[in-house]
């Protein structure tokens, strides 16, 4: 159980001594006295966190009184209570016994539990300082050590460094420019493929920048509805909506003196284009429910799967706010643009997997990693390591075998080599086209082995497919019904539909 605080009321007047302290005894424990001595002697025998006294008392004043009780007792909180509001008094009861709050009669109950509760928060706060300064005096090198290895942990879990590529990669590229990027206050947008690693990369920009003492708060802008959205970001007030049962500090708050990453921000809806727009220009904005306007210092980092350029042109995207957002841009390479860094991206997955997972599983068959070349991996980084997690699941081996491997990989379409990368691996071989028929006949199958060969590439997505392709997916179907193309086709032998 809890003690409550002990608050000293002091007063000449009984009467007064005896309402005060009924009051305040619905929360804390109370002392009364009547006389200086009287309280002098109960400040000797209690620990006293705040003390409620009268001005106006015989033989000394409440200001004398209390300016005693700062030298010996200087973390009690004192309050002076009292009638006469003459300017000298206020400014002697300031400047010579350090009073926290100067109460005037006629007081409210309400107004005395208030300044009770908030001196006693007071006490409770000087005295938690005090203790964690002695702490920290006592074993300043322990605590600044400890404090030190923990953010260099941090700092090298987000660092370039730690994103996994070859020297030759086309990402090497993307985080020289990165790192560059970084040192500078400018915002910055980060255009690539779902699953190639954005938010990695902008935690790296956050802590290779200035702000890197400061938070990294992110929000998926494509995942929540507008209303929700605003609420998020900006926070809201209590009542401002049904079920704004308290008020609530926003991220953009949140995210003060460090970062704010906006990822999928091509998603946000026109009307929320202007709020996003308003907040960059200003620096600034108003919580739900309210009319004040706070400012806050966040430098924006936004990530987006689409082309932003494209959804400016097509009237998606407001242009202002693009322009807003683009200090710099940077490109991730999809996972298919980068085959070298396939194998050792994908024995670090499986190092990171067996660690958490408490496995022991020494790596990849050669021929695991000709078919994890061969497939183009339209999940990007994501897809591989849940296709390695996949397999580690089902191992009963040290190694990583080809029997694991799920049909969509082992039926992916070949890598061409890329300058300064891997050679390239053996291709699948492709559909026999005949030698004879028609010349209808043979579009026909040259367009059935275009089909399958895109569709097993998007992994049997047929909106992805149907994108690649220029075809709606109305269109898709059709094909893919006239050529008799299935997902258990694989690599087979397409069955000949009726040209």
């Not at 921000?265 to 202007?274: E, H, N, R």
């Not at 990989?409 to 492709?430: C, D, E, N, R």
Request: glycine share 8%; hydrophobic share 40%; proline share 5%.
């Amino acid at each position: 159980m809890v003690t409550p605080a002990c608050i000293l009321v002091v007063d000449d007047e009984p009467r007064s001594v005896e309402v005060i302290a009924r009051i305040l005894r619905e929360e804390f424990e109370v002392l009364s006295a009547t006389n200086v001595e009287q309280a002098r002697t109960l400040l000797e025998n209690n620990w006293v966190h705040a003390i409620f006294c009268d001005q106006r008392m015989p033989g000394m004043s409440g200001v004398e009184f209390l300016a005693d009780v700062r030298a010996r007792w200087p973390d009690i909180v004192r309050m002076i209570v009292t009638g006469y509001t003459e300017p000298d008094d206020m400014i002697d009861a300031i400047n010579q016994a350090g009073i926290y709050q100067y109460i005037t009669k006629p007081w409210h109950p309400d107004q005395l539990l208030l300044a009770a509760r908030n001196a006693t928060q007071l006490f409770a706060m000087q005295r938690a300082y005090e203790r964690l300064s002695l702490e920290l005096r006592l074993a300043p090198p322990v605590a600044e050590g400890r404090l030190r290895q923990q953010r260099e942990r941090v700092v090298g879990s987000y660092h370039f460094d730690a994103i996994i590529r070859t020297p030759a990669s086309p990402m090497s590229d993307v985080c020289r420019q990165a790192a560059k990027t970084a040192v500078f206050d400018i915002p910055v947008l980060i255009e690539g493929e779902t699953g190639t690693g954005k938010e990695l990369l902008a935690r790296a920009v956050h802590y290779a920048s200035q702000r890197n003492a400061g938070a990294f708060v992110a929000v998926n802008c494509g995942a929540i509805p507008d209303d929700l959205l605003e609420s998020e970001l900006f926070g809201h007030r209590k009542g401002a909506f049904t079920g704004a049962h308290a008020n609530r500090r926003g991220l953009v708050e949140e995210a003060d003196g460090g970062t704010l990453f906006l990822d999928e921000i091509g998603d946000i809806s026109p009307a929320f284009q202007v709020k996003i727009l308003r907040f960059l220009q200003e620096g600034e904005f108003r919580a739900l429910g309210t009319n004040e306007t706070t400012r806050v210092d966040v430098r924006v980092l936004a990530a987006t799967h689409r082309t932003l350029r494209e959804e400016v042109r097509a009237g998606r995207f407001r242009e202002d706010l693009y322009f807003r957002l683009t200090g710099m841009v940077l490109s991730i390479p999809p996972l298919r643009s980068r085959p070298a860094d396939i194998p050792v991206l994908a024995q670090h997955l499986l190092d990171a997997a067996c660690a958490r997972h408490g496995r022991h599983v020494r790596g990849f068959t050669s021929d695991v990693l000709d078919a994890l070349l061969r497939y183009a991996w339209p999940g990007n980084v994501r897809e591989l390591q849940n296709e390695i997690l996949r397999m580690l699941v089902l191992a009963e081996s040290d190694s990583l075998g080809l029997e694991l491997l799920s049909p969509i990989v082992m039926g992916g379409t070949p890598q061409p080599a890329v300058a300064g990368g891997v050679p390239p691996v053996a291709s699948a071989p492709a559909a026999s086209l005949p030698d004879m028929g028609t010349l209808q006949e043979r579009m026909d199958a040259l367009e059935a082995d275009v089909l399958i060969k895109t569709i097993v590439r998007c992994g049997w997505n047929k909106s992805l497919t149907a994108r690649e392709l220029g075809l709606s997916r109305v269109g898709l179907r059709a094909k893919l019904e006239r050529y008799g193309i299935v997902p258990d086709a694989g690599q087979q032998t397409l069955q000949k539909g009726n040209s």
